[in-house]
């Protein structure tokens, strides 16, 4: 039998509240879901103006980041058309985000969830779920991966 | 051009929070999604221990709700076979839900957006989901549908 | 080789008109679609205030009347559990519409075309469509089917 | 709760036959959708002649145009293998289109919906777009996006 770890609930809302903090910071209103470790969605809110296309972009991030337990802009390098992994983008039903915005959330060295932000450049996408994740292993008692 | 009103997300989560409480009321934990007034979801919530696949069942009752402007189980009864709405159920890419638990959203006699609940029994999902629009009916100064 | 005729896009509007000016007869902003011959969409509007999950039922309804040839109800009462044609509702990607309000439109015999309407109750789409087919055969010169 | 404008149906058809009229003079039949500013489609032309497979295109470039608020084009640029936004032509079960020819419109500087026109090349699908907004903004009363 398989014991896992999973954010619940209010861990979720705490890196939504830190992603939302730092997209009003930057005044990006933002699309912006967390998802449990098996990449299914857990919260999700959409800032007030943000875009309706990301609503979908943002889960999808979150489901990324958690099911393949990496950042979404680590497969955005290996997506290209030459390199043996192009063609993950399509993946999934489409799903398979490789656009930055979407990052792993880790606790005790395992991911346990991932963060997804969606509606400004993929930069800014980035900066916010950084910002959540930041918050989280600040707050949570969790070490940051790499921490020593 | 149409001027329209819409839920914001500081209204929304009101309706989250109020369908949690009876949920806790009444021990079932729940998916609740609250959807615009064109049925694009504003927010999400998946309570500790809710269904994985009441995940989706909560958000296509939010966007049925909205987009459809009636409650869901108004549409159980209609979709039975021989009558003539049989097969609704499968409109809208399969998203059109015909199970009690989603329930418009009205502000000034207009729909404004719509929540959905599931994970419980419908008969559950339809008192967590009604006790979320009762709530922001007392609290928000809209009148409810219906009152004098 | 095979001949055919289809609507052209005047015709497909002129149904269009006749279906929208009956919607305002009854008091019911519906979404009106025109298929061609082939099931492919022509032309279609959305009535100000007609529901947003009736923008794909009305499409659906007009491709079934056209690609099956046959009104939309005639499958209603097809589609019944237990009788051969159930399920005929979640084929062609659940875009089969059995709910009334998708007529096709014929010429010399032949179908060129279908009409679909939705928003109201089916009886309602029924009139609709009905009005807009019938406007057609009063102006275009056609024959009705059946007509001596 | 949050007060929005929409283009209505009166709206839309102006924007459709403004474009139908450059597609007239360009000698080039084409798919032309408007949609809300969801995404929801309003209305749509196929002119005779246009392609079939066009008639999806159109309504995703309307889609996309209103939805992201951004011309289908600018994507185009950023949508290239390496570059950090690769990859959104999949989102959005694939109805989010880089092709130009989707273009937002625009009054009182808020995003009210979005013209898609399809079945030319791109730069003709984006001259008819052009010609439907600029006529639209030139007779509606509507300042064009950046008028002084």
Chains 1, 2, 3, 4 share one sequence.
């Not at 030459?82 to 039903?93: A, R």
């Not at 900066?127 to 790499?146: D, L, M, Q, R």
């Amino acid at each position: 039998m398989i014991e896992m770890k999973r954010l619940d609930l209010d861990d979720a809302r705490v890196l939504i509240e830190a992603a939302a903090a730092k997209a009003g910071d930057i005044e990006v209103p933002m699309c912006i879901a967390v998802a449990d470790e098996s990449g299914n969605l857990i919260t999700f809110d959409r800032m007030d103006g943000a875009k309706i296309s990301s609503i979908s972009i943002a889960i999808d991030k979150a489901f990324t980041a958690a099911a393949a337990r990496n950042r979404t802009e680590f497969y955005n390098q290996l997506c290209v058309p030459g390199e043996p992994t192009f063609g993950i983008h399509s993946t999934n039903d489409g799903r398979f985000s490789v656009i930055g915005g979407g990052v792993p959330v880790v606790f005790d060295d395992v991911v346990v969830g991932g963060v997804g932000v969606s509606a400004g450049t993929a930069e800014q996408d980035v900066v916010c779920a950084e910002a959540a994740v930041s918050h989280f292993y600040a707050t949570s008692g969790a070490a940051a991966p790499g921490d020593g």
